[in-house]
C-alpha cells in the first residue's frame, strides 16, 4: 500500500503538465547546498534535489508518514544516494539543524498546516541568512470550468503571501507557468 501511495505521488509530481523540470531549473540548486523537501511524500523533489547538490550537499526529505520515508529511504540506499536525510517530523517540532539550510521547499503542503503564521516562523531559525522558502501551492480552480478543489486543499496566493509576510518574511519572486499551482519564492525580511 505504502507503494502505491508513493507511486502516485511521484507520477503527480513528475506529470509533464505539472512543469518539474521548469521548478527546477527556477530554484537555481547548485552543488553543495542543503536543501529541506517538507511534505517530501514519494520523494521526487528530494532526489531530483540530492542529484543537483551532489556529494558536498545535502537534502532533507521531511514527512509526517514514517512509511513513505522509509521508502525514500530504501530507495536512497539502493540508489546510493548517501546525500538523504529521512526526518519524520510533526507540526509542532521540525527537527534541522539552526541557520543550516539553504532552500525550504513545500510543494502542495501548504494547506495541510493548521497553524501556518507559527509554522513558518519556526523555520527561519533553520535559514542561513540568505536561505529562501518556496511555497508551491494549489490556486482555487474555478468552478465554471467543471471542477474545483475540495474545500480547504488550496491556499490562494495573496493568503500565502500576507501570512508569509506577518511571519518575517517578503516576497522575492513569483513564477506564473504552473497550471494549478501558484509558486511563490519567500526570503526573510531585512
Known amino acids: 500500500m505504502k507503494k502505491l501511495i508513493a507511486k502516485m505521488f511521484n507520477k503527480k509530481a513528475s506529470n509533464p503538465k505539472n512543469k518539474p523540470d521548469e521548478i527546477i531549473k527556477n530554484l537555481k540548486i547548485f552543488s553543495g547546498q542543503h536543501i529541506a523537501d517538507i511534505g517530501s ?14 556529494n558536498k550537499g545535502k537534502v532533507y526529505s521531511i514527512d509526517t508518514n514514517k512509511d513513505l520515508l522509509e521508502l525514500i529511504s530504501n530507495n536512497g540506499k539502493q540508489q546510493e544516494q548517501s546525500n ?29 498546516l493548521q497553524n ?6 519556526k523555520l527561519k531559525k533553520m535559514l542561513k541568512s540568505n536561505g529562501k522558502v518556496v511555497i508551491i501551492e494549489y490556486k482555487k480552480k474555478d468552478r465554471s470550468f467543471g471542477f474545483h478543489r475540495p474545500s480547504g486543499h488550496y491556499v490562494i496566493p495573496e493568503v500565502i503571501i500576507r501570512e508569509m509576510e506577518t511571519a518575517g518574511y517578503q516576497v522575492e ?10 509558486f511563490t519564492v519567500f526570503s526573510l525580511h531585512k
Open 116 to 121: 501556518r503564521i507559527d509554522y513558518v516562523k
Open 41 to 54: 511524500g514519494g520523494g521526487y523533489f528530494s532526489f531530483r534535489f540530492a542529484k543537483l547538490v551532489g
Open 84 to 112: 538523504i536525510i529521512t526526518i519524520l517530523a510533526t507540526e509542532k517540532n521540525i527537527p534541522l539543524p539552526e541557520g543550516a539550510i539553504d532552500l525550504i521547499f513545500m510543494r502542495n503542503v501548504y494547506h495541510h
Open 173 to 182: 519572486k513569483q513564477h506564473f507557468f504552473l497550471p494549478e499551482q501558484s
